[in-house]
Each structure stands twice: as structure tokens, then as C-alpha cells.
Nanobody, 118 residues
């Protein structure tokens, strides 16, 4: 069973920042996409941001001006810097690793809670 190590969630007030990290074991992040989805209570899981091993980045429209994703391939680690947090960012954030070339696979982290509330 592949385990992605996630950390960095917590409770913050609106306008504050948090930084999530995600580390993949071994070489599973080699030539793979790393990123995050999030899921609020009663809502479907939604895409947040992703970065390829070559540095191509995508963001959801709702976070593009506030969140920054980065990655260190040598450390098999990605980070999600979340600034200017809003109450609507409250969710469980799930890190993932997805490889779309053979061998293909997708692995998920256990999730970390982010709560934005005054």
C-alpha cells in the first residue's frame, strides 16, 4: 500500500495563510503529476492545483490568484502555499500522485483538514 505523507493543515482566520506539503515514497513521483483536490462537507471532490515533473502548473479558477504550487523532484515533495484564505476554502485537502504513462497509477494521501473561520 503506497502512503503519501501529507502535512500542514489547520485552523486559520480569513486572510491568513497555510502551507501544505506532500511527500511520495521511493520513485512513484518520477514522471508523474503531483497535486491536490479538496472536498467540503456534502460536496464532491474538486481539483485545486497540480504540477508535472517538468514544471507545468494548473490551478482551479477559484484559487489561481491566491494559491501557489511548487515541487522538488529530488525530494519527491510538493507544496501548496495558500494565501488570502477564505471561509469557502474550508475542506479536507487530498494530495495525489498520478502517472499517465506506462505504468499508469494514481495514489492519494490520507487528507488534511483546512478550516478558515473567524
Amino acid at each position: 500500500q503506497v502512503q503519501l505523507a501529507e502535512s500542514g493543515g489547520g485552523l486559520v482566520q480569513p486572510g491568513e495563510s497555510l502551507r501544505l506539503s506532500c511527500t511520495a515514497p521511493g520513485r512513484i513521483a518520477f514522471s508523474a503529476i503531483m497535486g491536490w483536490y479538496r472536498q467540503a462537507p456534502g460536496m464532491p471532490r474538486e481539483f485545486v492545483a497540480s504540477v508535472t515533473s517538468g514544471g507545468n502548473i494548473r490551478y482551479a479558477d477559484s484559487v489561481e490568484d491566491r494559491f501557489t504550487i511548487s515541487r522538488d523532484n529530488a525530494k519527491n515533495t510538493a507544496w501548496l502555499q495558500m494565501d488570502s484564505l477564505k471561509p469557502e476554502d474550508t475542506a479536507v485537502y487530498y494530495c495525489y500522485v498520478k502517472r499517465i504513462v506506462t505504468p499508469t497509477y494514481t495514489y492519494w494521501g490520507q487528507g488534511t483538514q483546512v478550516t478558515v473561520s473567524s
